[in-house]
Antibody, heavy 120, light 110 residues
Framework: EVQLVESGGGLVQPGGSLRLSCAASGFTFSSYEMNWVRQAPGKGLEWVSYISSSGSTIYYADSVKGRFTISRDNAKNSLYLQMNSLRAEDTAVYYC?????????????WGQGTLVTVSS | QSVLTQPPSASGTPGQRVTISCSGSSSNIGSNTVNWYQQLPGTAPKLLIYSNNQRPSGVPDRFSGSKSGTSASLAISGLQSEDEADYYCAAWDDSLNGEVFGGGTKLTVL
């Protein structure tokens, strides 16, 4: 069974840092592209970042470029999001999502999410 | 302001057919496939329709998707109370080099 379990969320002050993790199981993690998607309280979904299966290709949304860093450790079946210079508007539930291996580009599995709250 | 445009709300009575529209541009829907996600209250999003009109296993055939030019739509027939959820369209955007989502449509079953 495919499982994605996020962790690392919590309360952080503006300007602070946080590192999110996504533990993957039930599939060959190293073969799959991954993403982070966030959802502010009461708002819609916002794509944050993409990483290829090898980690060689990375993309970021303009809203987080220069502040967030996506990475992965295929040996540990884990995806990460290092978040620096956090702002109030980064407050959201952060989901990791797997890109399907089949033709086309879509997120076939999502984690349950981890809440990040940026507040003083 | 979302890159893809969806109506904020939709509603229908049990058994009815409802459609949700999603409008984009040449850099996203116009050149890439559209996917739809369903988010039930308090849960993570779930893949509903992929590659414009394909249903993952386990998704009832009451749900269907279509795409034409720079627009797409999700249709739900035989509406049921458990269909009450938020629905999001999404597509890759070649100009932004990232996934873009619609603002979401809250479906209410009256």
């Amino acid at each position: 069974e495919v499982q994605l379990v996020e962790s690392g969320g919590g309360l952080v002050q503006p300007g602070g840092s946080l590192r999110l993790s996504c533990a993957a199981s039930g599939f060959t993690f190293s073969s799959y592209e991954m993403n982070w998607v966030r959802q502010a309280p009461g708002k819609g979904l916002e794509w944050v970042s993409y990483i290829s299966s090898s980690g060689s290709t990375i993309y970021y949304a303009d809203s987080v470029k220069g502040r967030f860093t996506i990475s992965r450790d295929n040996a540990k079946n884990s995806l990460y999001l290092q978040m620096n210079s956090l702002r109030a508007e980064d407050t959201a539930v952060y989901y990791c999502a797997r890109v399907a291996a089949a033709a086309g580009y879509y997120f076939d599995y999502w984690g349950q999410g981890t809440l990040v709250t940026v507040s003083s | 302001q979302s890159v893809l445009t969806q109506p904020p709300s939709a509603s229908g009575t049990p058994g009815q057919r409802v459609t949700i529209s999603c409008s984009g541009s040449s850099s996203n829907i116009g050149s890439n496939t559209v996917n739809w996600y369903q988010q039930l209250p308090g849960t993570a999003p779930k893949l509903l329709i992929y590659s414009n009109n394909q249903r993952p296993s386990g998704v009832p055939d009451r749900f269907s998707g279509s795409k034409s030019g720079t627009s797409a739509s999700l249709a739900i027939s035989g509406l049921q109370s458990e269909d009450e959820a938020d629905y999001y369209c999404a597509a890759w955007d070649d100009s932004l080099n990232g996934e873009v989502f619609g603002g979401g449509t809250k479906l209410t079953v009256l």
